[in-house]
């Protein structure tokens, strides 16, 4: 399946750009049910395994819905992988608000590095071919750790890792999220399982995205929409317009 890559940034907030947020492109149409059943099964020793979320899409009011078990079988501790789109933001509800209106309590909150090794990215909209070595990139995510309890006792934790991928401001009001999430022991660390997850998002994350050069020009962004595209266009004739502006009114002066 032929796809466009898309300019897009990550980000762990919503309403708002972090100085976290990184600028990528989607290797994925994330707004395609089809194509995001296509990625991949098996990711870093993970294999996978899918839900059925009709339902749970309608429910949600999410135009396109992934959601898979992945088991690594070193481990045999499975993580969630969820990938939520909607073009309405109104009918989003982030993890922050999702996971209480379920029943849990959200015991700590923060942000969490994602060491991505041996990305590439591709030097600008123009030169598609050329592929460059990015040995050291991290990607920061939202960590969630929320618990439910019975009789005074925790009897579910999880690690909740999240960012969302936000397009150009030009383009739409789309959201999408990506999520990944674990069980972790009712007590004790649970630094073993956000290890866990924070290593299957590394490995997930280039199955999705590439990165952009820090040093690509706004005019170039620009014009990887059509939206953008028209705004050059309209910025490039805007001095034009200034130039010939006086000429045209003593040219309409005389005819007059």
Same mark, same amino acid.
Request: glycine letters at 6%; one cysteine or more; aromatic letters at 10%.
């Given at each position: 399946?032929?796809?466009?890559h898309a300019i897009t940034m990550i980000d762990t907030e919503? %309403?708002?750009?972090? &100085?976290? *947020?990184? #600028?990528?492109?989607?290797?994925?149409?994330?707004?395609?049910?089809?194509?995001?059943? *296509?990625?991949?099964? $098996?990711?870093?020793?993970?294999?996978?395994?899918?839900? &059925?979320?009709?339902?749970?899409?309608?429910?949600?009011? *999410?135009?396109?819905?992934?959601?898979?078990?992945?088991?690594? !079988?070193?481990?045999?501790? !499975?993580?969630?992988?969820?990938?939520?789109?909607?073009?309405?933001?109104? %009918?989003?509800?982030?993890?922050?608000?999702?996971?209480?209106?379920?029943?849990? #309590?959200?015991?700590? $909150?923060?942000?969490?590095?994602?060491?991505?090794?041996?990305?590439?990215?591709?030097?600008?909209?123009?030169?598609?071919?050329?592929?460059?070595?990015?040995?050291?990139?991290?990607?920061?995510?939202?960590?969630?750790?929320?618990?439910?309890?019975?009789?005074?006792?925790?009897? &579910?934790?999880?690690?909740?890792?999240?960012?969302?991928?936000?397009?150009?401001?030009?383009?739409? /009001?789309?959201?999408?999220?990506?999520?990944?999430?674990?069980? *972790?022991?009712?007590?004790?660390?649970? /630094?073993?399982?956000?290890?866990?997850?924070?290593?299957?998002?590394?490995? #997930?994350? !280039?199955?999705?995205?590439?990165?952009?050069?820090?040093? /690509?020009p706004v005019i170039l962004i620009l014009m990887a929409t059509n939206?953008?595209?028209?705004?050059?266009?309209?910025?490039?004739?805007?001095?034009?317009?200034?130039?010939?502006?006086?000429?045209?009114?003593?040219?309409?002066?005389?005819?007059?």
């Amino acid at each position: 399946m032929i796809f466009a890559h898309a300019i897009t940034m990550i980000d762990t907030e919503l %309403s708002y750009a972090t &100085d976290e *947020a990184l #600028t990528v492109r989607s290797k994925l149409d994330f707004g395609n049910n089809e194509h995001m059943r *296509a990625l991949s099964n $098996e990711i870093g020793g993970w294999i996978g395994s899918d839900y &059925d979320t009709a339902g749970v899409a309608e429910r949600l009011g *999410a135009d396109v819905m992934l959601m898979r078990d992945y088991i690594n !079988p070193d481990t045999f501790q !499975p993580v969630i992988l969820l990938v939520l789109q909607s073009n309405n933001r109104s %009918s989003f509800h982030p993890p922050i608000v999702c996971y209480p209106a379920l029943g849990y #309590t959200i015991e700590e $909150e923060g942000t969490v590095e994602i060491p991505v090794q041996n990305m590439s990215w591709v030097e600008g909209p123009w030169f598609g071919a050329v592929q460059h070595l990015y040995p050291n990139v991290t990607v920061t995510a939202k960590k969630l750790i929320v618990t439910t309890q019975s009789g005074g006792k925790v009897t &579910d934790r999880r690690v909740v890792l999240y960012f969302y991928v936000k397009k150009s401001p030009f383009t739409s /009001d789309t959201t999408t999220m990506v999520r990944v999430s674990a069980l *972790a022991a009712p007590e004790g660390s649970y /630094d073993g399982i956000l290890n866990l997850t924070t290593t299957f998002m590394a490995y #997930t994350v !280039p199955c999705m995205f590439e990165l952009r050069q820090d040093e /690509d020009p706004v005019i170039l962004i620009l014009m990887a929409t059509n939206i953008g595209k028209l705004m050059v266009g309209l910025m490039l004739l805007l001095p034009l317009l200034v130039m010939f502006y006086p000429r045209i009114r003593n040219l309409k002066s005389r005819r007059e």
